[in-house]
């Protein structure tokens, strides 16, 4: 087969990364990839977001498969156009992916297929919108409908915050026409758990779970980010959670969407809260997670493109999905400055020096035509260890790390440290 995977970031490399472990594949392209999946494929200079581009490519190429990554593609409909020209793609259709796409639509149909969901209200006025908050105890969370490039959810800890938000989204439109509506939540505080699901519109199949760091600094400092590592998986998450977030969330989601003619397909990413032992949704995405895939993917025994196939083709029903019962730490090195401005094109050193067992999934890197690996964005590499229990693989990773570098360099000192402590704080 050939496999193009659509997005250039540290969950695409790890898509790559096991796609091209399937003894059913012959090539595997990345558009635009970055230099750790040009070690491994072979990258199209294509923004996720040319869907004509990419379906002339994917026509040219002779693709078996298209994978799509990130959230835009498939907002802008990039499955419903390649299955128009017969190009199989794995990813729910554009009115599908409304559960990511709006925060409206996803809210609306929780609350009409009584799908767990924190207290909230939905508008469309400003002045309106204001009023509602005039009566609110904070925290509460205000959310953008649409697609704001990871930004648009705010926590505010006071009025005074969630006016200025709500003002910067409704009014300012600082996300242009995604905050044309708004829902705001209450605030649910705890420990959030991503639960992703293969698909087809009728089985549902979870992965691992895995929990993220969206933070910068370490204990939850400072501004959000695309996400500064993860680990799966989660010790407080049992396995009875898993079922009963598959059963009372993931299954009715699907089925719901089903019901309002919108066969849902692909991946399913619930982001859920346990509050007083039950789960609550506070996000559904409609893709795999980043840094989560990078920590869950790892754990998969089974082939992933068997799997993506038996989506597509509507019979995951008849896939054995075996999981390692092993845990995996991914830690995210990000550039000087980043989440804010930050310099990119510094040589990146010692990736090939770490441990044979340690993985090195890139995002923002780029290969230079004297060969040499340089830095390109903000997240740059996610240094991934596997280990018997959540030690193990945190101490691999955190005793490679030093042996990468690149000027300016840092990352988290505390990925899964809270999980080990727990563990180890056991009698
Ligand atoms: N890790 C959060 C996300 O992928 O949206």
Known sequence: MKILVVGGGGREHTLVWKIVQSPRVERVFAAPGNAGTAAIAENLNLRPTDIEGLGKAAKEKGIDLAVVGPEAPLASGIMDYFDSLGIPIFGPTKAATQVESS???????????DIPCPKGAIFSSYPEAREYLQEQRPPVVIKADGLA?????????????????????????????????????GYLSGREVSLIAFTDGKTVSPMVPACDYKKIGDNDRGPNTGGMGSYS???????????????????????????????????????????????????????????????????????????????????????????????????????????????????????????????????????????????????????????????????????????????????????????????????
């Open 103 to 113: 925060k409206v639509f996803a809210r609306n149909l929780m609350e009409k297929y």
């Open 149 to 185: 490039a990871g930004k648009g959810v705010i926590i505010a800890g006071s009025l005074a915050e969630a006016h200025k938000a709500l003002g910067d989204i409704m009014e300012a439109k600082i996300f242009g026409s995604a905050g044309d509506r708004v829902v705001i939540d």
């Open 233 to 427: 998986p989660p010790g407080f998450f049992s396995a009875g959670m898993t079922k009963k977030v598959t059963k009372d969330i993931l299954l009715p989601a699907v089925k719901a969407m089903a019901k309002e003619g919108m066969p849902y397909k692909g991946v399913l990413y619930a982001g859920v809260m346990i509050v007083n032992g039950e789960p609550v949704v506070l996000e559904f995405n409609a893709r795999f997670g980043d840094p989560e895939t990078q920590v869950v993917l790892p754990l998969l025994k089974a082939d992933l493109v068997d799997i993506l196939m038996a989506v597509v083709q509507g019979n995951l029903d008849r896939v054995k999905i075996e999981w390692s019962s092993e845990a995996c730490v991914g830690v995210v090195m990000a550039s000087d400055g980043y989440p804010g401005s930050y310099k990119t094109g510094f040589p990146i050193q010692g990736i090939d020096s770490v441990d044979k067992d340690v993985l090195v999934f890139h995002a923002g890197t780029k290969l230079g035509n004297d060969g040499i690996i340089y830095t390109d964005g903000g997240r740059v590499l996610t240094v991934v260890g596997v280990g018997k229990d959540m030690a193990e693989a945190r101490e691999k990773v955190y005793r490679n790390i030093p042996n990468i570098y690149f000027e300016g360099c840092h990352y988290r000192k505390d990925i899964a440290l809270r999980e080990v402590d727990r563990i180890n704080s056991k009698p």
